[in-house]
C-alpha cells in the first residue's frame, strides 16, 4: 500500500479533523504492521519534508488530544528519517513541541493532558541537541519536580528523565547554569532517587536497608539509572561549588543503590555501575558516610567500620575485571574510586588490602598469573591503554603504602617499572623524590615464613622463584669467553647505531633518559669539578 501524503495534506488544509485523524492512523499503522521501511520508503524526500512541516503547522493551532497523539505518532515515525528534520528544528517548531509535550515554560501545555511517550522516545529525543533553550530546561525541571513530589510517577517519567539526560550531556554549556544544585537541581534529582527506592530515613546520613524488601522492579531501576546518569553529567562539573551536606544525602541513598538488589542481575549490575561512575565524580570527603553505618551482626568489618559497601564494590569490581569487553570502559571508574578510597581511609585500605594483596606464601608463579583479582590486576599494568594500565598500577601501589620495595615484591619489577618509570621512581625513592604525599601508617610489612625460606631465589624482575638454568659459558676457556663477549659488544652497537634500540639508564631522579644524556651529564658534573678544584688551587 502506498500513503496517499498529499490526501493528508489536503486534508489539514481543508481543516477536515475527522479526515485528517483517520488519515493519519492509516499512515501510522500501515509503517508499523509492517514492522519495515517499504511503505515509509516508498514516500519520496520533499513529501515527507513537507508533511513534517505542515504536521507541525496543524499542531501549532491547537487541536484536540486526541488529534494531537495521532500528530505525534506520525512525527516520531518521520522523525526516523534525518532528511525530515529540517522544518521539525526551526525556533517556531522546537517551541511548539516543547509545548506538545507540556515542558515549555513560558506556555506550558496544561489541556493536552499526559503527553504521549512516543513523543520522548522518538521526537524529542532525536532533537535534543536543537530543544537544549532555556525554556525547555526550566520546564523540565518544573515537570522533574512535580514528578519527584508525587508518591505514582507519571508513565512518561523515565521519558522526561531520558530527555534531561541527553539534554545535560548535548548541551553541557546551557545546563550548568541551569542545574546547579544551588538552582536546586541535585535537589531535585535526589527526592526523585528516594522516591525510586522508596527511602525511609533512619539518621541525618543513614537510610533503612530492609533485608526482607522486594527487588526493585525494572520500571523503577530503569528510572534510577536515568537519575544518575544525569546527576553525574550536573556534578562533575560543579561539585566544587556546593555544601558537602547535600553530598552526603546523596551518598547515603547511593549506598542503597550498592545494597538493593534489582530483579536480574544484569540490571543489578547496570545500577552498580552507574552508582560507581557518580560516586567517582562526587567529593571525596563526603564518601565517608559510606562507612559510618553502624555495624550488624554479619557485617563486614575492618577495625570496628563497616566495610558492607566496600565489599560491594569489591565483588562489583571481580565482575567487571572477569567479563573481558569493554574492559577499560567497565574497570577504571571502579579503580580510581577504590583507588582514592584506600588513600583517604585507612580501614578502607586495609580490608581491600587483604582481599586484593593477600600475604605472599606461594611464589612459584609469575605475579599476573592465574585467575584471582591480583593477577587480574597485574596483568592490566602492563596493559596497551595507557589509562587502564595506569588505574590498575595505582590501586595496588596505594595498597602498598606507596612503598616501592613492597610494590616490586608483590607485583615484579617487569610489570611495576611502567609506574616507577612515571613517577621517577626506578631508582628507588630518593631525596628529590617522593612516594606520594598521603600519610600512611609506619606499621611493618612482615614476610610469611614460606616467603623467608625462598626469598634470596625470588627473582626480582618476574617475582617469581625461576628455575636454575645450566651457565652458558661452562666449558669455554677465557679466550672463548673473551671472543664471545667481544661478538656481543659488536652486535648492541650495531643494533644503537641503527636506532633499532637505544641504550637507557637511570639519572638521578630514578627517571630513564638515553644514556648519551648521562654520559653528558657526568661529564659535565666532572668538568664542574675540575673547574672548582682548579679555582681553589688557583686561590691558594
Not at 517551541?95 to 515554560?105: D, H, P, Q, R, V
Not at 519536580?145 to 548535548?170: D, E, N
Not at 544544585?181 to 527526592?191: E, F, K, R, T, W
Request: charged share 25%; glycine share 6%.
Amino acid at each position: 500500500m502506498v500513503v496517499d501524503v498529499e490526501g493528508i495534506i489536503r486534508s489539514i488544509g481543508r481543516g477536515d479533523v475527522s479526515g485528517v485523524q483517520s488519515r493519519l492512523q492509516e499512515f501510522n499503522a500501515e509503517v508499523l504492521e509492517t514492522r519495515s521501511c517499504c511503505s515509509f520508503c516508498s514516500l519520496y524526500d520533499e513529501g515527507r519534508v513537507c508533511l513534517a512541516a505542515v504536521l507541525v503547522r496543524f499542531i501549532r493551532t491547537g487541536i484536540p488530544c486526541h488529534l494531537l497523539q495521532v500528530a505525534l505518532r506520525s512525527l516520531r515515525i518521520l522523525s526516523r528519517d534525518k532528511r525530515v528534520l529540517g522544518p521539525l528544528v526551526t525556533d517556531d517548531a522546537l517551541l511548539t513541541l516543547a509545548e506538545a509535550a507540556g515542558l515549555s515554560a513560558t506556555r506550558p501545555n496544561d489541556d493536552a493532558g499526559e503527553p504521549d511517550s512516543d513523543f520522548y522516545d522518538n521526537v524529542i529525543s532525536s532533537l535534543a541537541r536543537e530543544v537544549a533553550t532555556p525554556p525547555l530546561i526550566c520546564g523540565l525541571r518544573e515537570r522533574l519536580s512535580s514528578s519527584a513530589a508525587s508518591s505514582a510517577p507519571s508513565s512518561v517519567h523515565f521519558y522526561q528523565l531520558r530527555l534531561t539526560f541527553l539534554v545535560t550531556a548535548l548541551r553541557p554549556e546551557l545546563t550548568v547554569s541551569q542545574f546547579l544544585p544551588q538552582d536546586g537541581g541535585v535537589s531535585i534529582l535526589s527526592a526523585a532517587l528516594e522516591g525510586c527506592l522508596e527511602v525511609r530515613w533512619k539518621e541525618q546520613y543513614e537510610c533503612v536497608l530492609d533485608p526482607a524488601a522486594p527487588p526493585i522492579s525494572l520500571e523503577a531501576s530503569q528510572r534510577i539509572v536515568e537519575i544518575l546518569k544525569i546527576l553525574f553529567n550536573i556534578t562533575h562539573r560543579s561539585h566544587r561549588q556546593v555544601d558537602a551536606a547535600l553530598y552526603r544525602h546523596l551518598v547515603a541513598i547511593l549506598r542503597l543503590c550498592l545494597m538493593r538488589k534489582c530483579v536480574t542481575p544484569e540490571d543489578t549490575d547496570e545500577l552498580q555501575g552507574h552508582t560507581v561512575n557518580l560516586l567517582s565524580a562526587l567529593p571525596l570527603q563526603c564518601l565517608d558516610v559510606l562507612l559510618t553505618v553502624p555495624l550488624e551482626p554479619d557485617s563486614e568489618q575492618c577495625r570496628g567500620v563497616n566495610m558492607d559497601c566496600v565489599q560491594i564494590l569489591l565483588l562489583f569490581m571481580e565482575r567487571r575485571l572477569e567479563s573481558g569487553d569493554k574492559i577499560k570502559e567497565k574497570v577504571t571508574p571502579i579503580l580510581n574510586l577504590l583507588t582514592e578510597s584506600c588513600r583517604a581511609h585507612k580501614e578502607t585500605r586495609h580490608f581491600i588490602r587483604t582481599y586484593v594483596l593477600p600475604p605472599l606464601r606461594d611464589v612459584s608463579q609469575r605475579p599476573e598469573e592465574g585467575c584471582t583479582v591480583k593477577g587480574r590486576l597485574i596483568r592490566l599494568m602492563t596493559h596497551l591503554d595507557t589509562d587502564l594500565k595506569h588505574c590498575a598500577a595505582d590501586l595496588i601501589f596505594v595498597l602498598c603504602k606507596e612503598n616501592v620495595r613492597r610494590f616490586v615484591k608483590y607485583t615484579g619489577y617487569g610489570n611495576a617499572a611502567g609506574l616507577l618509570a612515571t613517577r621517577g621512581l626506578l631508582a628507588g625513592p630518593t631525596s628529590r623524590t617522593s612516594c606520594g604525599e598521603t600519610p600512611y601508617s609506619s606499621d611493618s610489612d612482615s614476610d610469611t615464613e614460606e616467603y623467608r625460606r625462598v626469598k634470596d631465589r625470588v627473582n626480582p624482575v618476574t617475582g617469581r622463584v625461576e628455575a636454575e638454568l645450566p651457565d652458558p659459558m661452562e666449558g669455554m676457556t677465557e679466550e672463548e669467553k673473551e671472543e664471545e663477549a667481544k661478538r656481543l659488544i659488536k652486535i648492541f652497537n650495531k643494533l644503537s647505531r641503527d636506532n633499532i634500540i637505544r641504550p637507557m639508564g637511570v639519572d638521578a631522579d630514578g627517571k630513564l633518559v638515553p644514556m648519551a644524556g648521562l654520559r653528558d651529564e657526568s661529564l659535565t658534573e666532572e668538568s664542574a669539578s675540575d673547574s672548582d678544584t682548579a679555582e681553589v688551587e688557583e686561590n691558594q
